[in-house]
């Protein structure tokens, strides 16, 4: 079992406080429906909720998590339950990417007849791949709450590969979609944009953004020398900065070929920054901040290696493996081929997977042409003519294989409990929840299914009434690495999917902004404890605290440019997610598995009727991988 990080999808899918123990959650009062508390629908464009206009406390909202937390918290879940009059083919237990790819492949498999229903605990389909709209002055403003990204299909597998053309996302659309995105914005796949860096000043305290393409500067690139002499730092500090990204030296030039290797595979990468380059433990956020959004902890988390293939600095100073690290940097820096991305990113992967299963959903939609306006009922996921049924706001709290052939999958919705049958069931959702959901699988299982934890991250959306501030800042992405949000972005201006994005200064536009809550200067815990302690400290902080901490980062960087946080934000829309990558292997935490002997190998067998699907079980967090799990899931059903 590899345990290198691949480069992977840029935020497939991105101060410590452990936070109030969050053990103590109260008993559930099961006659109740849970709370929507901090939650608002804005201009909605029906008398009906649409979720993704909902600002607020998104992503894990209020209503979402308190059954499943009473549940693996308490052991508490309903003593009886109203047996519905429904009986599936198939149960799918999640929402998201995943799931919604089981119920297609599943019906394209076994016939347009089948019978599917899919159950999850938010009031939206898809997962983390969360669609954030707002409307404002008449026009609509999109953004992303999560999954951002499209791969290039070359590395999909067969099946995946199938299942995006099928959406119309071909190779085709996959450079149309380059041709749609203006050169300015990174996050679709421009990858010769500018991205800034901005630290807060002194005197004022606002920030400093220094633009250019730091992405660049950070490996030896275009004029990072002044760059760098522009930062608000000691000059020791820039001189080593300088030469580090300079490759002046080789900083591992006492160590033999093989010490070498070994170095960069077992050191942490802040102690190389430390003992090696120089630097002092102030400057550390500068390089990290990459890291941190990218894959959730700090430099602190990551092998030397595993750092410069996620695109940290030290391309050029680490002697002979200089020239195979510089050519992966490259593909990182130059290729604008890598990536695409949607208005509202991923989320409309999820809404032509709904469209294709439940037509009715969308009628008019023509497919990915206008799939990014097309108006979604919500109201018609859940109809009893339909074949396939999608019911949100629904928490399964157990699914159980009968002696009768059968899989009895009990849930909570509103408060009440209730109790379907199927012929097949596919687990579509959290990894570690499913020992809580199947309590008679083995204690192995239960510990493959329980060995990894989820990489927390936070998006928040902001609305401005217009872009005049942000449009002085210069570049259209700038990195804060001593910031609660890590990087700030303008919202998407692409036109795929029939999108009409801001365009002039005076539009009203929205900011993307990315954070990961996972400690930055904890230099021993493992990733696995340090994403624990980040998603306590994602449920322990507030709404109102989000607020302040945006509101405060968005003064400082834009103030300067005439922004008054008071007028012009309009909106803000927190999008926490607890549970969010998959867990991957780290060099520093996990050993080498034999195959097939591997946590998430073992996790994922099939238990009976019963079978898992997520990108937990393939131990990496693409949305491919997703799509794979889904595939064999139902694979094994059917066999």
């Known amino acids: 079992m590899s345990k290198k990080i691949t480069r992977r999808d840029l935020l497939n899918g991105l101060a410590l406080g452990t936070g109030a123990a969050l053990t103590g959650y109260p008993s559930v009062n099961w006659a109740l429906a849970p709370s929507v508390a901090g939650q608002r629908i804005m201009d909605a464009p029906s008398a009906s909720a649409y979720p993704p206009t909902l600002t607020g406390m998104r992503g894990s909202h209020p209503g979402s998590f308190e059954v499943a937390h009473a549940l693996a918290w308490q052991g508490e879940k309903p003593a009886t339950y109203q047996t519905v009059d429904e009986h599936y083919d198939l149960v ?17 498999q076994q016939g347009a007849d089948v019978k599917i229903l899919l159950l999850d605990n938010h009031d939206d389909f898809g997962g983390h791949a969360k669609r954030n709209e707002f409307h404002h002055q008449g026009k609509m403003v999109l953004s992303t709450g999560g999954a951002v990204q499209v791969d290039t299909l070359s590395g999909y597998s067969e099946m995946a590969t199938q299942l995006m053309a099928d959406l119309g996302i071909d190779e085709d659309m996959i450079e149309a979609m380059q041709r749609q995105t203006p050169t300015d914005y990174l996050l679709g796949g421009q990858m ?18 220094i633009g250019g393409h730091w992405l660049k500067f950070f490996h030896g690139r275009g004029d990072y020398v002044s760059a760098v002499e522009a930062l608000p730092i000691p000059e020791d500090q820039q001189a080593k900065l300088i030469a580090f990204f300079g490759g002046d030296e080789d900083y591992l030039d006492d160590l033999s070929l093989l010490d070498k290797w070994e170095y960069i595979n077992d050191t942490r990468y802040n102690h190389f ?69 949607f208005p509202d990113g991923n989320a409309s992967v999820a809404r032509l997977l709904v469209q294709a299963l439940i037509p009715e959903v969308a009628p008019a939609m023509d497919g ?23 019911r949100l706001s629904s928490t399964v709290v157990g699914v159980k294989e009968m002696t009768d052939e059968k899989v009895q999958v009990d849930y909570v919705k509103n408060g009440e409990p209730f109790r379907v049958t199927a012929n097949h069931c596919v687990l579509a959702c959290y990894n570690a929840m499913i020992p809580h959901l199947c309590p008679e699988m083995s204690d192995a299982q239960k510990q493959g299914l329980s060995y990894g934890e989820k990489v927390p991250f936070v998006f928040a959306n902001v609305l401005l009434a217009d872009g005049v501030a942000f449009s002085q800042l210069g ?40 954070g990961s809550p996972s400690p930055a200067d904890d230099e021993t815990s493992s990733a696995r404890d340090l994403f624990r302690r980040g998603r306590h400290k994602i449920y322990a902080t507030t709404f109102a605290e989000y607020e302040q901490n945006i509101r405060e980062q968005l003064q400082s960087l834009l103030g300067a440019h005439g922004f008054d946080h008071e007028t012009d934000i309009q909106a803000i829309t927190v999008n926490r997610i607890p549970h969010g990558y998959a867990y991957w292997y780290w060099g520093l935490d996990d050993p080498e598995w034999s195959p097939g002997q591997a946590p998430h190998e073992i996790g994922r067998k099939q238990f009976g009727r019963i079978s898992i699907a997520n990108s937990d079980s393939q131990a990496r967090p693409y949305m491919d991988g997703a799509f794979d799990a889904a595939f064999l899931a139902v694979d094994e059903q059917i066999a």
């Not at 799918?92 to 394209?108: E, F, P, R, T």
């Not at 010769?192 to 953004?209: F, P």
């Not at 799939?371 to 049924?389: G, P, S």
């Not at 201006?493 to 994005?501: D, E, L, R, S």
């Open 475 to 514: 570049p259209t992405i700038t990195q804060c690495p001593f910031d609660a949000f890590q990087w700030v972005v303008a919202g998407p201006t692409m036109t795929t999917g029939g999108y009409a994005p801001p365009r002039a200064a005076d539009d009203p536009m929205a900011i993307l902004m990315m």
């Open 192 to 209: 010769q944009a500018d991205v800034g860096l901005s630290i807060k000043g002194e005197g004022e305290h606002e920030h400093v953004t």
């Open 92 to 108: 799918v237990v999640g929402a998201g990417v995943s799931g919604l790819a089981a119920a297609w492949y599943y019906q394209k």
């Open 273 to 341: 920054l430390i003992d090696r380059v120089g630097l002092t433990r102030e400057t550390l956020p500068i390089l990290g901040a990459h890291l941190s959004v990218l894959n959730g902890p700090s430099g602190w988390q990551h092998t030397v290696y595993e750092a410069i293939l996620a695109g940290a600095p030290g391309l050029r100073a680490l002697g002979w493996v200089t020239n195979f690290i510089d050519s992966a940097a490259a593909a990182v820096l130059d290729d604008v081929s890598e990536i695409r991305m």
């Open 368 to 390: 990915i042409s206008d799939v990014a306006i097309a108006q979604f009922d919500y109201d018609a996921l859940d109809e009893a003519k339909q074949n396939i049924r999608v």
